[in-house]
């Protein structure tokens, strides 16, 4: 399959949400209940946020897209930047703040690629070193980010965002000089 990597674009909202929905329901069916991942506001709410996102300062999303014939389709996105705050105030680390590829996408390279270009990025940010947040019940993603070199540093947190349901997630670090 063709695929390139690319900034994202405002263009690329709706394909960024398509996918982001898309990675939820089939990654995380066994950590969340139906009521939250099929929820009447679960895509809408997603779309909204995606389409009203501003490009911040240092907030970059990278897209991976696939061509067909009335343009290109996005399968996968990588979102990053300056380590978000978590009460611990800038610590001048990089932060991949969120990380998805449509299930199809899964184990055909395309997140290898999709990660080195996110990476590269941040070390040509100045970022030394960079963290990531992964749902501790997420095995496939923490394999997948361990055998790209990133570890858990022992810090954890709970996930709340987007649900009523509250889940724990663990931190992971890696040293990209």
């Known amino acids: ?72 389709r996005v399968v996968g996105f990588a979102s990053y930047g300056p380590e978000r705050e978590r009460a611990r105030g800038f610590t001048g680390r990089g932060e991949v703040w969120a990380f998805y590829l ?16 996110t990476e590269t990025r941040l070390r040509a940010e100045g970022f030394q070193t960079a963290i990531l947040w992964v749902l501790k019940d997420n095995p496939r993603a923490r394999a997948f980010y361990e055998r790209h070199g990133w570890a858990v540093t022992g810090i954890g947190a709970e996930f709340d965002e987007y649900c009523e349901v509250s889940v724990p997630e663990v931190e992971y670090r890696k040293e990209l000089s």
Request: charged residues 25%; hydrophobic residues 45%; proline residues 5%.
């Open 1 to 72: 399959m063709t695929f390139e990597i690319r900034a994202a674009t405002r263009a690329d909202a709706d394909g960024i949400t398509d996918v982001q929905v898309a990675s939820w329901r089939a990654g995380y069916a066994h950590v969340f209940p139906k009521s939250v991942l099929y929820a009447d506001d679960f895509d809408s709410t997603r779309r909204t946020f995606w389409t009203r996102w501003r490009f911040a300062p240092g907030h970059r999303i990278a897209v991976a897209v696939t061509p067909e014939p009335d343009g290109d």
């Open 102 to 117: 449509v299930a199809e996408m899964w184990g055909n390279g395309l997140a290898d690629e999709l990660m080195e270009h």
